[in-house]
């Protein structure tokens, strides 16, 4: 391959054929620094960084590696990924036993669906100020004498049309 003249911050020709990396300081260092700063752990910076030099001699015997410190520092930071979820903790199954499932079935699921829905189908079947009052009632939590000042009504008429709608509804949805 030819060599265009274009060269990646640590002198490794672009575009080129390049398996040799510098052996300066300042380049282990600079790559080490990258790596703590995206893994967000320093102390295995280094440990990640030489665990994925091996890789890099590894894989370069079968392909070509145009910039070996992008490898490293991408590599570092896939091992530190793999090595934060094995570490994440896990239940013995042996323990689990007493850890009780809360999740619904998927039947019971669908069932509380068809229950809601044939709520909404009898609220939709109130009187239109009987609705209104429930509605103010059950999703704005609204108190009966509330009720009553904002629609000019009698605590009692706000009391009988709460008592007329629940009992609409119950028998609405009775076997559901």
């Not at 752990?41 to 992008?70: G, M, T």
Request: hydrophobic residues 35%; aromatic residues 8%; positive net charge.
């Amino acid at each position: 391959m030819r060599d265009d003249g274009r060269r990646s911050p640590y002198g490794f020709r672009l575009g080129g054929s390049v398996t040799d990396i510098p052996v300066g300081r300042e380049f282990w260092r600079d790559l080490k620094r990258q790596i703590a700063q995206r893994i967000r752990n320093p102390s295995e910076a280094e440990d990640l960084l030489h665990s994925a030099y091996l890789r890099f001699q590894r894989y370069r015997l079968e392909k070509v590696v145009h910039d070996p410190a992008a490898f490293l520092v991408r590599t570092a930071c896939n091992l530190g990924i793999d090595n934060y979820r094995r570490r994440k903790p896990t239940i013995d199954p042996e323990h689990a036993e007493g850890i009780e499932d809360v999740t619904p079935l998927q039947d019971e699921v669908v069932a509380s669906r068809a229950r809601l829905r044939r709520v909404q189908l009898g609220i939709e079947r109130l009187h239109p100020r009987t609705r209104q009052i429930f509605i103010m009632h059950r999703w704005h939590e609204l108190r009966y004498q509330e009720i009553a000042d904002r629609l000019d009504i009698s605590v009692s008429s706000v009391e009988k049309h709460i008592a007329k709608a629940m009992l609409f509804l119950s028998e609405w949805t009775e076997g559901w």
